[in-house]
């Protein structure tokens, strides 16, 4: 019985291409649902095709095809790599993605660093500090949440960017010119760690372990580093999937008002004018990285949580 | 202000610019922002006036002949692209060529120059240009970035690529494109070599700026965030409420120009009830308040339109008394047409039918101020019992309901240089289906005359009395509704010198310089 993790690897990694597979499926029948002609993607907004550059087009884009038939051969494409071109841009998607993913990654990653160290800073200063601290804290968490994000960003600019002149607006200026739209993406994913991780130890604090290493005489914020924590860390770690949701979707604002490159704003643009193979590859890459993201936490989870693994897998995977 | 001295080289200029094209070819893009950056890179054979005549550019000279479908132009010498080849006959003939093969798929650049039929190299500095009828904008057409010229050697190597923009797009232009980022900026250098600028242009050598670079900025609180904070020196489209702003700005200056054309115009369907009878046209019509409306929607900052045309179009004629309204008269012809009752909301009813029309637009098409405005025209026609539905739509809905003429007005503006705009929007042979834009569906035999003539005769004095006709029939029928004479509004810090602007009114970048430190 050796093939206990890899059999649940292998079974959780096709469940995973389902997953990538059916989400790009409802998109493109999505896409098509939504009404208008794919021909007036490919000539645009603001030109009224002539009868004969519509045929030209509508022969060349295979669009007289039945559907059944544009998505065999869109996803038979796709199994062989070939994510197609953009009908907006006239470039094949990879090279419009190319240059987008980098940024949108960068802020996405540097997001998720401010927002952790905050979460964790708030968490481990407030829990279970009594009730006019637990009470600022929550106030401090829900206004995070809350507050919109197109406002938080464009008072950020103004102050810091236009009244005090500390960092530029966006562009390739390194590091300097990534702070304020990864502040801004961060504050709303802040906020819902922060309680969430809080909440956690508050609960692992007043477990009766807490009070046996308390008893040995350990201090306090040792306790809450090494030991609280790794409890609170759970259930912060199983909204990882929702992280990448929600910092796609702050991207497509955040991108906007500091006029970053980025994915979210290629998205945006692709979906208003029907760019079906630019919006699919969007999808099928924000699928699969949520997917991948799900894969490891359920991978790690248990490694984390005694209560979880069974004797068995442990072995083997210490064997 | 500091000195002005002679013109300095040497600086990077920096523009925020409200939008960003999709495809940097002009030859296949329509966007006005593709030709309007692009004018950095591509020439064209000659350049239109603020008046409407023609200078020399590319071409030194020309003739028409008697008959007006042959023209023939003496091409300058020693002028050459970017990337070493010269600029001869065969170059313009492989443009001219593409640009009308389909296979290009141009979606304005072709329809500029429709009776095109072919060029003839006469000689290396010698071009002879078929047309299948004669064709009075043809001219102007030549004078826009659409029919500049790429590099016979890009054409041949990578047509496709044009679009993409970047090091592949050569020209002989003052700049050359190095290259850009989606969603953040274009960047452009000096070329060097350039000594060959459209006769009367303020400066005639290279450019005198190292670099220009366009910052990608759709939000406009934050362009003009960046001109005030210094990180950028020019920017385009300046939103009217923040004029002020920069006005009170003592490093800033504000430059208004009046682009030709048409501006923000509603047009109404006249094949369609209740638009098809021309006395709730021109009740609409008397009932637009638009001196009040586009006191609160621009701040007092546009002045109603007087025509269809925008009075920076060659051929413009007002046809006043459209600024306040009366709403007797609108009263009066209304009842005339048989809608003489009104129900509980106040709407004007015939037979129990309320009279209602739909206006819809697409929120991405529209920016705010527009939105604003179908606001104030909704409240107008309210006002005299017309019930305006606002139906907002996706764009890949709104173009096939739009193409159908499934609507009673729809709303946008065309700038041109060239008052044969209005066959395109007028002519009864322009519809939607057939590559035009006639939003209005009119199909009215003496306008099509006068258009028809107007486009075929050469003579600029008789041209502007047909379009003077035109304009006041348009008025008379009631087919659009102007609104307010268009401004493209630029800011600018003082220490940006020798900004000229084009017929069009785009910016020219070729002979700005930067005063003082740097």
């Given at each position: 019985m050796r093939s206990g993790v890899p059999r649940y690897v292998l079974r959780r990694g096709i469940a995973a291409l389902a997953v990538v597979w059916g989400s790009v499926t409802v998109a493109f029948v999505a896409l098509h649902l939504?009404?208008?002609?794919?021909v007036d993607a490919v000539v645009g907004p603001t030109v009224s095709a002539t009868p004969g550059l519509r045929q030209q087009i509508i022969r060349a884009y295979g669009f007289d095809r039945p559907l059944v038939v544009q998505y065999g051969v869109w996803l038979g494409k796709l199994l062989t790599g070939d994510l197609g071109y953009s009908y907006q841009l006239n470039e094949p998607v990879p090279r419009v993605l190319a240059d987008q993913l980098g940024p949108t990654c960068q802020l996405a990653l540097a997001a998720v660093g401010v927002a952790v160290v905050v979460a964790l800073a708030t968490a481990l200063l407030a829990a279970g500090r009594g009730r006019v601290v637990t009470a600022v804290a929550a106030a401090g968490e829900m206004a995070a949440v809350s507050v919109p994000q197109f406002w938080f960003g464009l008072l950020a600019l103004s102050a810091v960017s236009f009244r005090w002149r500390l960092l530029p607006i966006a562009g390739d200026q390194g590091v300097a010119s990534l702070v304020l739209p990864a502040v801004t993406l961060a504050v709303p994913v802040a906020g819902t760690l922060a309680q969430v991780v809080r909440a956690g130890l508050e609960e692992a604090l007043a477990q009766p372990f807490a009070l046996t290493v308390r008893a040995r005489g350990v201090r306090e914020s040792a306790l809450r580093v090494r030991h609280a924590l790794r409890h609170a860390a759970l259930p912060a770690l199983n909204l990882a999937g929702w992280l990448a949701g929600s910092l796609l979707s702050g991207a497509v604002l955040v991108e906007t008002v500091f006029a970053r490159p980025g994915v979210g704003r290629v998205l945006i643009t692709a979906v208003t004018a029907k760019d079906t193979p630019v919006v699919m590859a969007v999808v099928m890459l924000s699928a699969t990285t949520f997917t991948v993201i799900n894969l490891l936490v359920d991978l790690v989870v248990p490694l984390l949580d005694p209560r979880l693994r069974d004797g068995r897998a442990t072995k083997e995977a210490r064997a | 202000m500091g000195p002005s001295g002679p013109p300095r080289a040497g600086g990077t200029l920096t523009v925020a610019a409200d939008k960003e094209p999709d495809c940097y070819d002009p030859q296949v893009s329509p966007a006005d922002v593709t030709a309007s950056l692009m004018r950095n890179v591509y020439d064209s054979l000659i350049a239109q006036r603020p008046d409407g005549s023609f200078a020399p550019w590319l071409a030194t000279g020309w003739k028409v002949s008697g008959d007006g479908t042959v023209y023939t132009f003496r091409l300058r010498r020693g002028v050459t692209f970017t990337d070493g080849t010269p600029f001869d006959a065969t170059a313009v003939k492989v443009n001219l060529d593409r640009v009308a093969?389909?296979?290009?798929?141009?979606?304005?650049a072709a329809a500029l120059i429709e009776p095109y039929r072919s060029t003839t190299v006469v000689d290396r500095h010698t071009v002879r240009i078929r047309l299948s009828r004669p064709f009075a904008p043809f001219l102007s057409a030549l004078s826009t970035t659409y029919l500049g010229f790429h590099s016979p050697r890009s054409l041949h190597a990578a047509p496709g690529a044009l679009c993409a923009g970047g090091p592949s797009a050569v020209g002989t232009g003052p700049f050359r494109f190095v290259s850009h980022t989606k969603g953040l900026q274009a960047e452009f250098v000096r070329n060097p070599r350039y000594a060959w600028a459209p006769q009367g242009a303020g400066h005639q050598g290279p450019a005198y700026l190292d670099t220009l670079v366009y910052r990608f900025l759709p939000v406009g609180f934050v362009r003009i965030g960046a001109l005030l904070s210094g990180q950028a020196e020019v920017a385009d489209g300046v939103p009217p409420q923040h004029t002020r702003t920069v006005r009170a700005d003592r490093r800033m200056r504000l430059i208004g120009q009046v682009p030709p054309g048409v501006g923000y115009t509603y047009f109404l369907n006249t094949r369609r009830a209740p638009f098809a009878d021309r006395r709730i046209r021109l009740a609409a019509a008397c009932a637009l308040d638009r001196h009040t409306l586009l006191e609160s929607v621009y701040f007092g900052q546009r002045r109603p339109a007087d025509s269809v045309l925008s009075p920076a179009t060659p051929g413009h004629h007002p046809s006043p008394g459209a600024e306040r309204p009366d709403r007797a008269r609108a009263d009066r012809l209304l009842d005339a047409a048989g809608w003489d009752h009104r129900d509980q909301e106040g709407y004007r009813t015939w037979h129990g039918h309320r009279l209602s029309v739909d206006l819809p637009f697409v929120a991405d098409f529209t920016p705010p101020e527009q939105r604003t405005l179908d606001e104030g025209v909704r409240a107008d026609l309210g006002k005299v019992g017309i019930e305006v539905r606002l139906i907002r739509l996706a764009a890949n809905d709104f173009l096939p309901r739009r193409n159908a003429g499934r609507y009673d007005m729809v709303a946008f503006r065309w700038p041109a240089a060239d008052a044969d705009v209005l066959r395109t929007l007028?002519?009864?042979?322009?519809t939607f289906t057939q590559g035009g834009y006639n939003a209005s569906r009119t199909s009215d035999p003496a306008l099509d005359g006068w258009l028809r003539s107007a486009s075929t005769v050469g003579d600029r004095a008789r041209r502007d009395v047909l379009y003077a006709r035109i304009q006041r029939r348009i008025a008379a029928q009631g087919y659009a509704l102007p609104t307010a004479v268009d401004r493209r509004v630029v800011g600018a810090h003082?220490?940006?010198?020798?900004l000229a602007f084009d017929a069009h009114a785009w910016p020219l970048y070729q002979g700005v310089w930067l005063a003082g430190a740097r």
């Open positions: 939504i009404g208008g002609s794919p | 093969a389909p296979a290009t798929k141009s979606e304005y007028f002519g009864s042979g322009q003082r220490r940006v010198r020798g």
